[in-house]
């Protein structure tokens, strides 16, 4: 996240915004039943974990587009993926950035100090 920039864009019917904040956070775990941990380590994912998690993701692009995602339409929109395994490092992308982690899960290198979000920034009144 070295651009302070926590949104992944992917092409599926149009370009998408997949973006993890509080609130995607907090739905992925009422509807999964599990703890953010796990799924983001993506490990042994179905099909059905991969639709739940994107639909998240996406909730924010949809709602700042005017339109009403529901979890039922993820099968149609991901069929737009090409290839699918970009939109399984798109996915895994999007959570690093979230949370400012590696795929090991570790911290990214840098000062040693996290950069804030758009909507940390805000709170404190910092610049980027």
Not at 25 to 34: P, Q, S, Y
Not at 71 to 92: F, G, V
Request: proline residues 2%; contains cysteine.
């Amino acid at each position: 996240m070295q651009d302070g920039n926590d949104v992944v864009l992917i092409k599926l019917d149009r370009i998408r915004e997949i973006r993890f904040g509080h609130k995607a956070l907090k739905t992925l775990g009422a509807i999964t039943g599990k703890e953010i941990d796990s799924m983001m380590k993506m490990d042994g994912l179905d099909l059905e974990a991969v639709e739940k998690i994107l639909y998240c993701g996406l909730l924010s692009d949809a709602r700042a587009h005017g339109e009403e995602l529901r979890l039922e339409d993820m099968e149609d929109l991901l069929d737009y993926a090409n290839p699918w395994n970009e939109l399984i490092e798109k996915m895994q992308l999007a959570f690093e950035r979230a949370f400012g982690t590696t795929h090991a899960g570790e911290s990214n290198p840098g000062n040693g100090q996290a950069k804030l979000n758009r909507q940390q920034r805000r709170a404190t009144g910092k610049k980027a």
